[in-house]
């Protein structure tokens, strides 16, 4: 998988646990726990893009 398509799905990602993190806080019987682990989720994702971005590409 290039690095280009790598950092697309791990954006895709991202936005789906956003989406779904945004879903969550509109219902009030769900678990903060729950939503706390899809923050995680995301976070470990932006931090897994941001390091790809810093990483120097080699030709």
Do not use: C, W, Y
């Amino acid at each position: 998988m290039s690095l280009a398509s790598h950092l697309e799905e791990l954006q895709k990602k991202h936005g789906d646990i956003e989406r779904e993190i945004d879903e969550a806080l509109l219902h009030p019987s769900v678990d903060d726990l729950d939503i706390i682990n899809l923050k995680r989720r995301k976070l470990a994702i932006k931090d897994e893009i941001e390091k790809l971005r810093a990483k120097p590409t080699t030709h």
